[in-house]
């Protein structure tokens, strides 16, 4: 079906490329990154732990672990439009189904599942919008595209809560499967390749070639790659997951107006990772503003653990400071890890960076959550993703190589 667009389209596609692939992204974290605002609702229907809650999380972040490296090779192998709008479509079929399911195993197993789906979209946009913008603007363009996390965390916020106040949280589950199906559709209508030769890796077995590929691994910038991108992202599913049943538990406050607070976050997130990529554009080192994240990062989380947040003029201002260097660093990040890899190995390299990530978004949040059942405080937690960032930052102090001259 070409709907009158051709094959090998103009340079200023890319732009047509850089919004289905944002909009793609958005509709598959759609409900991913929005489950922690009904979360609530979930515990109290179904009597669930916090723990409980932090692994149906997890759940849908359980087969990326793997699931990264393979979608990584394949889109190494086939077109970006396939893999994306399969697996896309996977994630909104899964969830709609999800809405049937009675028993909290059988909603951890549906989670398991869209999980497969969801490893094509963060590797596949961004090698996307890597092929069709060149270094001046890929930082720029990939903020933009890697916004589509935050927007859709930011969007669930808002309308997951009013979904399950509505008509109940298990219709915010269909709702979030028609979002992917919608996202899924139109990636594969409008989604082309851009002009010229495309570099496919050489022809192996897929096991064996994920294998010899694993050994990049001990690259030097993988090492700052893997410190700043476990660190940042222990801090981004912390706040994602428990910020609703913090404010609610600390402060007594409506879910709905802590759900607004977490939407707060999200958009910031959004503005975070355009603003924070653009300025990557412009720095010596593309690694520099991932640094900055990291600082900030500590500064808001000892605000939040130790200073009084009576004010709500003050505590939306953490949450936007949390939201725009806690969820904006991705931006500059996978920037980075794109400029790092071999031409031919691109979607290996982010789908391999963003696997090991995927290690502390699986065992983050249940982490989490059973220090709140073992403590009864938010207080452990909060400190963890504290010490953590300190260790990452500790890790990375030194300048980090420069993508633009040193590859991995």
Not at 157 to 165: D, E, G, H, N, Y
Not at 189 to 212: E, H, M, N, Q, T
Not at 228 to 235: D, E, F, K, M, Q
Not at 347 to 357: K, Q
């Amino acid at each position: 079906m070409s709907i009158g667009i051709p094959l090998a389209p103009h340079a200023s596609y890319r732009w047509v490329i850089l919004l289905i692939a944002t909009l793609a992204q958005t509709a598959a974290c759609f409900f991913v990154q929005g489950i922690g605002a009904i979360a609530v609702y979930v515990q109290a229907d179904m009597g669930l732990s916090a723990l409980q809650i932090g692994a149906l999380v997890s759940a849908a972040q359980l087969v990326p672990l793997i699931g990264l490296l393979i979608a990584g090779e394949l889109l190494d192998r086939f077109s970006e439009r396939l893999v994306v709008g399969l697996g896309t479509l996977l994630v909104g079929i899964a969830l709609s189904v999800a809405m049937l399911a009675e028993s909290y195993w059988a909603m951890l197993l549906i989670l398991i599942i869209v999980g497969a789906g969801y490893s094509t979209a963060q590797p596949g946009g961004s090698k996307s919008v890597a092929a069709w913008f060149d270094k001046s603007q890929r930082g720029f363009a990939m903020g933009i595209r890697q916004a589509g996390l935050p927007l859709g965390g930011a969007l669930a916020a808002l309308v997951l809560p009013l979904v399950a106040v509505t008509w109940g949280w298990r219709a915010s589950f269909l709702v979030g499967g028609m979002v992917a199906i919608f996202g899924a559709m139109v990636f594969m209508l409008f989604y082309r390749a851009p002009a010229g030769p495309v570099k496919r890796p050489s022809a192996g077995r897929l096991g064996d070639v994920l294998l010899s590929r694993l050994a990049m691994i001990r690259e030097p910038a993988m090492k700052q790659i893997m410190a700043s991108g476990i660190s940042l992202i222990s801090v981004q599913y912390g706040i994602l997951v428990f910020t609703v049943l913090y404010l609610h538990s600390r402060l007594q406050m409506d879910v709905l107006q802590a759900a607004t607070l977490l939407f707060v976050a999200q958009a910031a997130g959004v503005a975070g990772r355009i603003a924070l990529a653009a300025w990557s554009d412009r720095c010596r080192s593309r690694y520099f503003p991932v640094m900055v994240c990291m600082v900030a990062s500590i500064v808001g989380l000892f605000v939040l653990i130790w200073l009084p947040l009576q004010s709500q003029l003050w505590l939306g201002a953490l949450m936007a400071w949390l939201g725009f260097f806690g969820f904006g660093w991705y931006g500059p990040w996978v920037a980075y890890v794109a400029e790092s890899a071999p031409v031919d190995k691109t979607g290996f390299v982010l789908g391999l960076a963003m696997a090991i990530n995927q290690v502390a978004i699986v065992s983050v949040p249940p982490l989490l959550g059973w220090m709140l059942d073992m403590s009864g405080s938010f207080l452990p937690g909060w400190s963890l993703l504290l010490a953590m960032t300190l260790v990452g930052f500790w890790v990375t102090r030194k300048n980090a190589p420069d993508a633009r001259s040193r590859g991995i």
